[in-house]
């Protein structure tokens, strides 16, 4: 698991009205180390060429200066077209050092309008990056996106390049040279070409992906890491960009040891849907320091920007070696009883309290007459469960819950919170309409005791907007009690005065998390358990929806006086359906959170499987802090 922190100086470079060659736009950035500076070269693009004929913008490519990789100066041109191939424009930079030169790889045009057939990879090389010593094209055919392993591999120069990519589908593919001059052979890439999907990477998931290389290579104790732009739609006209990662075999950087899932960055900011290029954001390049990974990347084909993260983090994806939520062997801690009223078809979805030393818990029951009702068990180790009810501890009672014909209805998905010696249990309650979220209470003492004397429940939010996946945080910030609550996609929050939810109600949706589209998250998002509260701020796990309908948990750090504030948010899911008992149920695919203890920094996750049962799982908060540093 990790997460990545966008820049607070993004965008780091911006067009120049002042300076032709850069007016119109500046993107798809390349950083390189030389002489104790960081150096980016980018793409820039131009006002229009008055005397062409066509007024067409031409593309050259830029170069800055910087003390600390984000701060530029000295801005200049390095690359403007000169040779016939090259004479409508130079395209995305990617540079790698070898020895004492620097190869830097780019796209040359030759033709306008833009034809497969005019766009090809080419090269220009440098002892400093004041003078060109030489250029060539490098591919006959149609490609981009390619750049050098910064070192030999089996005595041969490397190199990644993206074949295709305006005939696609495009493929990210490897090529090898005995020594540089075999680069600029026809007859090698004639040869090589005609048996090139010998050389692919397998990356593409559907058949309407786009894929292409983003960073040059960075090599880890693990492996090549490669950055690279993930294109899904992308035959319609609702292209969704992302980036992802692969880590290769050092060796043979054509065995592909891990790879992201999928996209773990998409256009969210402003500076990533507004511009030229609307909701677009393209990464071309890399830099590590330390633990810390530097991803260089366009937005909109108008800015450059760059995010972070930790590379242990990525690595751990994608090696798959260490995951911060743990499952219990012994799951399910609770399965369905046939024999038992009232949950013959479900046991899921369970909330938990702790309270002296043991666990409490109130999942989600169904039976064979569809309505859902709370039913109880304890736990002392967190496992193992000692006590269950056999019959209903919670059910409907109320109008709102309750359906006049045959159907799913009842009381669903309990959050609980222990405020000032009482319980509050918040739950969407159903009619079989509008989903909607109630609470009821109950004082700590008659809990312990099991008197089951809740309060008469109470529809807090609107009648007429769908709304589920609340909990009351426990305890007042800014002197407001804070409810999270899920409208329509969006998990948001609103603040009340008191808890007398008779006169005062749910009437706002401030927004905390929404969808990121593109991303495992894409559909819908929706609170899990009541967030903890850490020294760093709160802990919010949530579940996630993609297009795929499987439901994955996430995990946000919310700002500790203002949970609207979202510090940092995972990338990939922490957790997810792999299990039999979570992947086949009454709904698929499923792992779905609502209650979570803190021992000792310890949290134990009780969560229902496809709908059906229920487990349990654990994580360290100093595990999980770690991810969003």
Same mark, same amino acid.
């Given at each position: ?41 980018? +793409? ?20 800055? *200066? ?8 000295? +801005? ?78 089996? /005595? ?81 006209? /609702? ?52 633990? *810390? ?60 309290? *702790? ?41 409907? +009672? ?33 009619? /079989? ?70 006169? *005062? ?79 086949? /149920? ?44």
């Amino acid at each position: 698991m990790f997460s990545i922190q966008r820049s607070n100086e993004n965008p780091i470079l911006s067009p120049d009205s002042e300076t032709a060659f850069e007016a119109a736009a500046v993107f798809n950035p390349c950083p390189i180390k030389y002489g104790g500076k960081t150096y980016i070269l980018y +793409r820039a693009l131009s006002r229009p060429e008055l005397m062409s004929g066509n007024r067409m913008r031409v593309s050259s490519i830029g170069i800055a *200066e910087s003390k600390d990789g984000i701060h530029l100066s000295e +801005r200049r041109q390095l690359i403007a077209p000169e040779e016939e191939w090259e004479k409508f424009g130079c395209e995305d930079p990617r540079v790698t050092k070898i020895g004492n030169t620097y190869y830097i790889f780019y796209t040359a045009l030759s033709n306008y309008p833009f034809t497969a057939d005019g766009i090809k990879a080419a090269v220009a090389v440098t002892k400093n990056f004041k003078k060109i010593e030489y250029r060539k094209l490098v591919t006959p055919f149609n490609a981009k996106a390619m750049a050098l392993f910064p070192e030999k591999i089996g /005595g041969k120069y490397a190199a990644l390049l993206t074949v295709n990519t305006d005939k696609p589908p495009s493929s990210l593919c490897y090529a090898q040279f005995n020594q540089i001059e075999d680069m600029f052979s026809n007859d090698y890439w004639q040869k090589w070409y005609g048996d090139f999907q010998k050389c692919a990477l397998s990356l593409r998931r559907n058949q309407d992906e786009q894929v292409e290389l983003g960073a040059p290579p960075l090599k880890t104790k693990f492996g090549w890491l490669v950055i690279y732009s993930h294109i899904s739609q992308y035959y319609d006209h /609702g292209r969704a960009f992302g980036v992802e990662a692969i880590l290769l075999d050092v060796k043979n950087p054509k065995v592909v040891l891990g790879k992201t899932k999928g996209a773990f960055m998409v256009p969210q900011e402003y500076y990533e849907n507004v511009g030229l290029v609307p909701r677009t954001i393209f990464p071309t390049g890399a830099l590590v320091e330390k633990d *810390e990974l530097r991803i260089y990347y366009g937005a909109t084909d108008t800015f450059c920007c760059m995010v972070s993260t930790k590379l242990s983090g990525v690595l751990d994806t994608l090696l798959g070696e260490k995951q911060v939520v743990q499952r219990f062997g012994g799951n399910p801690i609770i399965d369905i009883r046939p024999d038992v009223p009232g949950e013959s078809k479900g046991v899921f979805n369970p909330a938990a309290i *702790e309270i002296k030393n043991d666990i409490h818990i109130l999942y989600r029951a169904v039976g064979d007459n569809h309505v859902s009702t709370f039913f109880y068990a304890r736990s002392k180790d967190g496992f193992s469960i000692e006590e269950r009810s056999g019959e209903p501890v919670y059910a409907p +009672r109320a109008e709102f819950e309750q359906r006049a014909d045959i159907g799913s209805s009842g009381c669903e998905d309990p959050r609980l919170t222990l405020i000032d010696g009482k319980i509050y249990l918040l739950y969407t309650a159903y009619d /079989g309409r509008v989903p909607r979220v109630a609470v009821s209470s109950i004082s700590i003492k008659d809990f312990e005791k099991k008197r089951w004397l809740w309060s008469e429940p109470e529809v807090i939010t609107p009648n007429n907007i769908p709304d589920k996946d609340a909990c009351i945080l426990p305890e007042k910030i800014n002197g407001k009690y804070v409810i999270i609550h899920r409208v329509e996609t969006s998990i948001c929050m609103d603040t009340l005065s008191t808890l007398d939810f008779k006169n *005062e109600k749910v009437n706002k949706c401030v927004e905390i998390l929404t969808p990121r589209p593109g991303m495992w998250d894409g559909a819908k998002v929706g609170l899990a358990a009541p967030p903890v509260l850490t020294k760093s701020g709160w802990i919010m796990f949530y579940h996630g929806v993609s297009k795929t309908t499987h439901y994955r948990i996430g995990a946000a750090l919310l700002d500790a006086n203002d949970p609207s504030r979202v510090l940092a948010r995972s990338c990939v899911p922490i957790f997810e359906p792999v299990e039999d008992y979570e992947r086949i /149920g009454i709904v698929n695919d499923v792992v779905f959170p609502c209650g979570i203890v803190n021992r000792k920094g310890i949290l134990y996750i009780y969560y229902g499987a496809a709908d059906k049962v229920t487990g349990v799982a654990t994580a360290s908060v100093k595990d999980i802090l770690k991810t969003f540093e």
